[in-house]
């Protein structure tokens, strides 16, 4: 059962939005767009995160606008492994953000994303997931990926779904921060 989004439970894990890889995936711009809001809202509400870059040699540095997005302090990670999970050093560092919950996003759905959340379920860590700040080069292995993320366990919801639940209510400093993102 996923407990409802809360700024100290919640950790987000931003995946491989690279170079080389991001201008071949289908809805590429709208993926950017709310990784921006994503990445803003972590910043905003002071959300642990980790971001990952997959083989960066050959599939380049995470692209310089979500860069630049990055609140201060944010680990990186490079990879090989297609799961997240199967780098220990990633394991410790997810560890030491201490928090149950999890917000993953990024690319490609059907490969780096789903197997990653698929691991983070199995050890036992809650999972959400930003389906529209989630991609793949073909839009019908984005739509099965996030069938499969949504029946092993976890929760599919839009990045403006996400936010809203982090920050609780309106009136708020990060509320006034956040709400230009969404007009």
């Not at 297609?82 to 490969?111: P, Q, Y």
Request: glycine fraction near 6%.
């Amino acid at each position: 059962m996923i407990n409802r989004l809360r700024t100290e439970n919640t950790a987000m894990l931003m995946i491989d939005i690279q170079e080389k890889l991001l201008p071949v995936i289908s809805g590429n711009d709208d993926i950017v767009s709310n990784t921006v809001k994503l990445l803003k809202a972590a910043e905003v509400l002071k959300i642990p995160m980790i971001y990952t870059e997959q083989y960066p040699k050959g599939i380049g540095n995470t692209i310089s606008l979500l860069l630049e997005s990055l609140p201060a302090g944010v680990v990186k990670h490079e990879k090989t492994a297609f799961s997240c999970c199967d780098e220990s050093e990633f394991n410790e560092k997810l560890k030491g953000l201490a928090r149950s919950l999890v917000v993953v996003f990024g690319i490609e759905s059907h490969i780096c994303v789903l197997s990653t959340v698929m691991d983070l379920l199995q050890r036992g860590v809650k999972t959400v997931v930003a389906t529209d700040a989630c991609g793949s080069r073909n839009p019908y292995n984005h739509h099965l990926a996030m069938e499969e993320a949504r029946t092993c366990g976890a929760s599919v919801l839009p990045t403006e779904a996400i936010i809203y639940q982090l920050m609780g209510k309106s009136g708020t400093q990060e509320f006034k921060a956040m709400l230009p993102f969404f007009k």
